[in-house]
């Protein structure tokens, strides 16, 4: 079974425009959501049919993000962001390089080249980020932060992540490609989000070089 894993604060613009669009591409998965909203989203996602687990007040993306995958209980978890940014006909192909193709974690990258729905200091973040980490790591990667991911749910429960703090993404990847789990890593669209951004990007920029580094010289 597939689990479709999202973290929402603040969605009710897009909630259920986008567990509607899962549903016609994966009806038999799993949606998982883990919420910390003020507004309706909740109770949209609940109307719609999605497990909800409440995280309020919020904990911040880390706890989140860490909730809403260990408790998926689907053999692959694949992670998006509730904001109609992702594409969710590709949850099957991420999907399907794990139960076909034997991959442990599968990427999909935003950055291919620039898209238009990023800012540009974004995008230079990202992909500035992900070539310090290529070169560290001696693999190229191209997005440490997508939000679009699939994962075997026995890696996530094998192995232990710091949910502490903004860029967890950094680590779902990381961490397993050290500890030599398969990784593919695959082009994906990005579009423009439904609703506000609630990033924060002086703490996630350094959060990810933090969790670079701590993995690379990790023991």
Same mark, same amino acid.
């Given at each position: 079974?597939i689990?479709?894993?999202?973290?929402t604060?603040?969605e009710e613009?897009a909630?259920?425009l986008?567990i509607d669009?899962?549903k016609? @591409? @994966?009806?038999?998965a799993?949606?998982?959501?883990?919420?910390?909203s003020?507004d309706r989203?909740?109770?949209i996602?609940?109307q719609?049919?999605?497990?909800?687990?409440?995280? %309020?007040?919020?904990?911040?993306?880390?706890p989140?993000?860490?909730?809403?995958?260990?408790?998926?209980?689907?053999d692959?978890?694949v992670?998006?962001?509730?904001?109609d940014?992702?594409?969710?006909d590709?949850?099957?192909?991420?999907?399907?390089?794990?139960?076909?193709d034997?991959?442990?974690v599968?990427?999909?990258s935003?950055?291919?080249?620039?898209?238009?729905?990023?800012?540009?200091i974004n995008?230079?973040?990202?992909?500035?980020?992900?070539l310090?980490?290529?070169?560290?790591?001696l693999?190229?990667?191209?997005?440490?932060?997508s939000?679009?991911?699939?994962?075997?749910?026995?890696?996530?429960?094998?192995?232990?992540f710091?949910?502490r703090?903004?860029?967890?993404p950094?680590?779902?990847?990381?961490?397993?490609?050290?500890?030599g789990?398969?990784?593919?890593l695959?082009?994906?669209d990005?579009?423009?989000?439904?609703g506000?951004?609630t990033?924060?990007?002086i703490?996630?920029?350094?959060w990810? @070089?933090r969790?670079? @580094?701590?993995?690379r %010289?990790?023991?």
């Amino acid at each position: 079974m597939i689990t479709v894993s999202m973290i929402t604060m603040n969605e009710e613009a897009a909630v259920g425009l986008v567990i509607d669009k899962i549903k016609r @591409v @994966v009806p038999d998965a799993e949606i998982l959501i883990v919420d910390s909203s003020s507004d309706r989203t909740p109770d949209i996602a609940a109307q719609r049919g999605a497990r909800v687990f409440r995280q %309020f007040p919020p904990r911040g993306y880390g706890p989140a993000m860490e909730l809403a995958l260990r408790s998926a209980g689907g053999d692959v978890i694949v992670t998006m962001d509730c904001d109609d940014t992702y594409p969710t006909d590709q949850i099957p192909v991420l999907a399907g390089y794990i139960l076909q193709d034997g991959y442990d974690v599968v990427d999909g990258s935003r950055l291919g080249s620039k898209p238009k729905a990023m800012p540009m200091i974004n995008y230079l973040a990202n992909a500035g980020f992900a070539l310090v980490a290529s070169a560290l790591f001696l693999r190229r990667f191209t997005d440490l932060h997508s939000g679009m991911r699939a994962y075997r749910k026995s890696v996530i429960d094998a192995l232990p992540f710091d949910a502490r703090g903004a860029a967890l993404p950094v680590d779902l990847l990381l961490v397993p490609f050290k500890r030599g789990y398969k990784i593919k890593l695959t082009r994906i669209d990005y579009f423009e989000r439904v609703g506000k951004s609630t990033m924060r990007p002086i703490e996630s920029a350094w959060w990810t @070089v933090r969790r670079i @580094v701590a993995t690379r %010289f990790a023991r």
